[in-house]
């Protein structure tokens, strides 16, 4: 009797997110990317259960990697400020590719109550309520958001922004978290 293959999870995210580069949300199914890995489409359901397990763990694999890149960033127990900084630097260098990705998964994600709560507990781990107690707090939620509100307005409404004006638009950003130090 054959031995069964085993499948690699790793891979089939590659090409998952290759899939959801090239076609969007609505491109990527079981059937897709059981046809782009040449496997039968019962592996992919096999690895994955579900189509929202599958953007699932594409989102669990892209926020393992981005938290890396964050706490390189911000460091070992960042204050409310490194932790904001952080969060600018991470979006601003992300690469276009990915981020066009993250939110295609986002976009694809909305339906689904618990992949909402992961969004928030993410949204929370970075700057918590949003409620603030002074200036220097207020500067930070507002960089914060204008951060996120460049992502949304570039990535999910596909805004024209080139890459000269989103470097320009960070610096500003960078400028309002800076204007807090003491």
Avoid at 3 to 22: F, G, N, W
Avoid at 65 to 70: A, H, Y
Avoid at 133 to 152: K, P, Y
């Amino acid at each position: 009797m054959p031995r069964p293959r085993t499948i690699d999870r790793e891979h089939l995210l590659d090409v998952a997110e290759e899939l959801l580069a090239k076609s969007g949300g609505n491109g990527l199914s079981f059937g897709t990317l059981a046809a782009e890995a040449k496997l039968p489409k019962a592996s992919i359901q096999s690895a994955f259960g579900t189509r929202e397990n599958l953007i699932e763990s594409m989102l669990d694999r892209w926020i393992a990697d981005e938290q890396t890149r964050f706490d390189e960033c911000a460091g070992l127990d960042p204050d409310k400020q490194r932790r904001v900084l952080a969060h600018i630097q991470t979006t601003e260098g992300e690469s276009d590719t990915s981020l066009r990705r993250v939110a295609t998964l986002l976009a694809a994600m909305m339906g689904s109550t618990q992949q909402v709560k992961r969004s928030i507990d993410w949204y929370a781990s970075r700057i918590g309520d949003l409620n603030v107690v002074n200036e220097e707090d207020r500067r930070l939620r507002a960089a914060f958001l204008a951060t996120e509100g460049a992502f949304f307005m570039r990535y999910l409404i596909g805004f024209d922004v080139s890459d000269e004006v989103w470097s320009e638009v960070f610096k500003d950003i960078k400028q309002m978290v800076l204007a807090t130090k003491s």
